[in-house]
């Protein structure tokens, strides 16, 4: 199979369980908005390391936001409940409290709802202030307002929290590194508009993808050598003379479809600039699905046949 004259590989990636929750993040304006969630959301690329997966979903109209104001939408993915709601509170207390002007709101609601502002009130000293107020389903939620020196925090209680899956992803093989990174940013381009998805690394993109176990008793994960250029001669290599780059997209959603809709619309703009601009080949990550039971066919969900 080929999508612009690059070829499709007949793999899948394999992707595992999460627990997800969403923030939305308001300020005076956007760019205070982003000081907040890009603080929230640094190092958050891999639960491998970092405890929790994050980004930024989307902006948001004043016309969206609980308080009228421009705002974020920011996604967080933990492999359990206990270590996202552990991350989401320190996280908010950090770098939500302390960004001028910003505030934050629940951003879903479900069954399981987990804090927000319910343990940060009590930076107040006990001059907090509580209110209820009904949403626009009205019902009726608790918002907190806490005493700063640029004047209030207000933030919801609590927050959603919701069954997701984390671990979508492709690779995008290429001639050069310079060629790769393009169809990348491309690929992101076009995934970000997708709703209920995130790409949690640098730039949403990941150069040192990593297979399960090492040669070091310590290490779980290490170099995916197969798709490492610089070992082709040495290791088993899933590289053929022409690619001198591989690149990894990660995704994280709140649903198999989700993910599969994200995954299409990142493989066609990553192969839009096609084998004259140096891209060859769409692969994916998985373990043989030994780590997760989600696995997004690739040839399926180009023609259409997942989502």
Not at 24 to 30: E, F, G, K, S, V
Not at 142 to 166: K, L, N, Q
Request: hydrophobic residues 40%; charged residues 20%; contains cysteine.
């Amino acid at each position: 199979m080929q999508c612009n004259g690059v070829d499709i590989d007949d793999t899948f990636a394999e992707a595992f369980n999460m627990r997800a929750t969403r923030v939305l993040i308001t300020a005076q304006n956007l760019r205070w908005a982003y000081h907040a969630a890009n603080a929230m959301t640094g190092f958050a690329t891999s639960v491998i390391g970092c405890g929790v997966e994050a980004g930024i979903e989307r902006e948001l109209d004043p016309s969206e936001t609980p308080d009228g104001r421009p705002g974020l939408s920011v996604l967080l993915f933990a492999m359990g409940s206990k270590v996202l709601m552990q991350q989401l509170e320190t996280r908010m207390g950090q770098c939500i409290l302390t960004c001028p002007t910003a505030a934050a709101f629940a951003g879903m609601q479900s069954e399981d709802m987990i804090s927000l502002g319910r343990h940060l009130r009590f930076f107040g000293d006990g001059y907090q202030i509580s209110k209820q107020l009904p949403n626009a389903q009205g019902e009726l939620r608790r918002y907190w307002r806490i005493p700063v020196m640029d004047g209030e925090f207000i933030t919801e209680e609590t927050t959603g929290m919701v069954r997701a899956i984390g671990g979508g992803n492709f690779l995008v093989l290429g001639r050069s590194q310079a060629q790769v990174l393009s169809a990348c940013e491309a690929a992101i381009d076009a995934m970000r508009v997708i709703p209920n998805v995130i790409m949690p690394f640098p730039g949403g993109v990941v150069r040192s993808g990593s297979k399960v176990g090492s040669k070091y008793p310590k290490m779980f994960a290490s170099t995916n050598d197969a798709f490492c250029p610089t070992l082709k001669g040495v290791v088993k290599t899933e590289l053929d003379a022409r690619v001198e780059s591989v690149m990894e997209i990660v995704v994280n959603g709140l649903s198999f479809n989700d993910i599969a809709i994200a995954m299409k619309v990142g493989i066609e703009a990553a192969c839009s600039l096609g084998p004259d601009n140096g891209i060859l080949r769409i692969s994916a990550g998985n373990y043989g699905g030994k780590l997760g039971p989600h696995h997004f066919k690739l040839r399926p969900i180009l023609s259409g046949e997942v989502a």
